[in-house]
């Protein structure tokens, strides 16, 4: 069929549009409240998800983590690497890079007075720390970790379970490098809450040159330095760069390697608006297919003639799905028009949900959340709903193009 | 078989077999349809008129008997090719319906020229031509609501000339006018048949209008009862 012709119909079904102008109107009305409800839910719960990933790479995990290579695959205490501070000094020095910390870590034994648990030793550079995650933001009692002391922060669970309270000591021990077994005593100066129990329940947090003492490594030494980017998209680009100008023994990893679960869990979450979109869709389909076999039963006459003109199946059916496809484009534009402001407000100031603050909590989001508005919105919005539009002229296209045209003329 | 006829229906019997009682609408009827005629088909209601249009104009197929269009049989076409047919080779007028209420004179008649893939600048330079030709060129932006049955006519009319078919088929084109009406589009078609050649093909059972034919071909109960011509 040529372009021209279709332009020719669509000419014709935009005109058709407009006999029914109330019917049109009504059915135009309910895409445009289809696409604005979309495109503000779609954004917003974009936006929702990605601050619950980010919140909780915030947490411990960052968006960047630098490794001895093989460290990742097998995390043991004797692979460090040496020279962290220039490294970290290198990593910071790029544009899209926030913060940099390094840590020491190593599986060990806390033990109280009355009680015991396995725990994840993190040695971390007290400073730097709470430049990259929340942790100092989570006690719920006692202080953060000054620079040198021997002092531990733990989850209030660890705490209620070694039975110990802020001020008292407990004993670390881990396995060092060269064989023998570290041990320290710690004083307790922090308990913290997180919005996982199992954090709460493993990790430790003491002084990193403290870490290095207990183990026996060199003053240089790390296993990992965590980054914080602006931005968490920057993350594979920086991974790319980094990798190419760091030793071949260095392995730059981003948050997708450390935590696939996670991201397959964002993924997971941002999938479930599309069940959104197949309700909104079904609400409108209907209406739609009502709309226009009315419109197409009340013309079966002037669909005969045309017919008798000579005008083929395929035309007919194009003209019909037209007018719905029209409907569902112009609505579909009319919709992003209204919706763009209010997603612009709601951006810049975000939509306070303190009623569910809560729940909100419990997925490891703020009570205020901000839109966000990607491709892949513009892209669905644009192509479901003018899609939904033109499936539902299906049947009522169908009904028109099996008018004989003597019938249809004949029943006057 | 006449190899100068555009039209040629041999022995058509049509029998409409989807009420209660089959009717037999047509019982053995030949004819034979030349370049350049000017013909009517006249007869009381129900004797058949519209059912042998429909025939001759590939609107539909007879029960038995063959209707040769060009020579082609057309009970060897699809509905498909049929259309195209239609589309190419015949013009229609209607008693009613004819003209689509969302366009201008001037686009009903482009519509024709839209189907067969005409670009816009020629099918708007011949729309405007055939309007003018036939005297209606200030109804070109006119639509259907704004323009009196006769007007509404003569656009049809100017729509089934405008992509020069061999044959121009009309059904009771003047049966919802009034007899001066009437009788001045049966003007214009005569016209267009004597300047242009258009062949003409029609029916009606006004006596006005069909002393107008120049072949005359009187139906009854599905049978031609009589042939005259002038
Ligand atoms: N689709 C149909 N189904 C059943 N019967 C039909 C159909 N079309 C026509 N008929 C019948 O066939 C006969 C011939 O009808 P036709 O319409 O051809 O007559 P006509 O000469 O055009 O009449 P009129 O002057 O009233 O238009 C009539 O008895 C009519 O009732
Ligand atoms: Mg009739």
Known sequence: ?412 | MNPNAIVQAEQVTKIYDDGAVPVQALRGVSLTIEPGEFTVIAGPSGSGKTTLLNLLGALDVPTDGRVFFEGQDLAMLSRRERARLRLYKIGFVFQAYNLIPVLTALENVEFVLLLQGVPERERRRRALEVLEQLGIGELAHKRPHEMSGGQQQRVAVARAVVSRPRLVLADEPTANLDSTTGVRLLDLMEQLNREQGVTFVFSSHDPQVIERGRRLLWLRDGRIEREERK
């Open chain 1, 1 to 412: 069929m040529r372009f021209r012709s279709v332009i020719g119909l669509a000419r014709v079904a935009w005109r058709n549009l407009w006999r029914n102008r109330r019917r049109t109107l009504i059915v135009l009305s309910s895409v445009v409240v289809g696409v604005f409800v979309l495109v503000l839910f779609d954004t917003l719960n974009t936006g929702m998800v990605e601050q619950m990933l980010d919140n909780q790479l915030r947490l411990h995990i960052g968006h960047v983590q630098i490794h001895r290579r093989g460290y990742h695959a097998n995390p043991v205490v004797e692979r460090f690497f040496r020279n962290a501070d220039a490294l970290r000094q290198q990593v910071a020095a790029a544009p899209e890079v926030r913060a940099v910390a390094p840590r020491v870590l190593v599986h060990g034994l806390l033990s109280s007075a009355y009680n015991n648990g396995g725990v994840q030793l993190v040695g971390v550079a007290p400073e730097a720390e709470s430049l990259v995650t929340f942790i100092a933001e989570q006690l719920v009692a006692g202080r953060y970790l000054a620079a040198e002391d021997p002092e531990v922060l733990i989850g209030e669970r660890l705490a209620r379970k070694l039975e110990v309270r802020l001020g008292d000591r407990v004993v670390a021990m881990a396995a060092r490098p060269d064989g023998q077994i570290g041990s320290e005593v710690f004083r307790v100066v922090g308990l913290f809450r997180t919005v996982s129990a199992d954090f709460d329940r493993t990790m430790a947090f003491i002084p990193i040159d403290r870490a290095r003492a207990m183990l026996g490594l060199p003053p240089d030494a790390a296993h990992e330095l965590v980054v914080l980017l602006d931005d968490v998209r920057q993350a594979d680009a920086l991974k790319t760069r980094l990798q190419a100008g760091l030793p071949d023994t260095l392995e730059v990893l981003t948050y997708r390697d450390v935590v696939p679960l996670l991201v397959m869990q964002r993924d997971l979450y941002a999938e479930m608006m599309y069940l959104i979109y197949l309700i909104i869709g079904v609400a409108l389909i209907f209406g739609i297919i009502n709309a226009m076999l009315m419109a197409v039963m009340e013309r079966l006459p002037e669909f005969g003639v045309l017919r008798a003109l000579g005008m083929s199946e395929g035309r007919l059916f194009l003209l019909v799905s037209l007018e719905s496809l029209l409907i569902g484009l112009l609505g579909t534009a009319i919709g992003w028009a209204l919706s763009l402001p209010v997603y612009a407000y709601l951006a810049r100031y975000g939509l306070d949900l303190a009623v569910f603050s809560e729940a909100l909590a419990a997925f490891g989001v703020g009570s205020v959340i901000y839109p966000r508005l990607t491709l892949r919105i513009v892209w669905n919005a644009w192509l479901t709903i003018p899609l939904v539009a033109w499936l539902g002229a299906l049947y009522p296209a169908w009904r028109a193009l099996h008018v004989e045209p003597i019938e249809a003329m004949r029943a006057v």
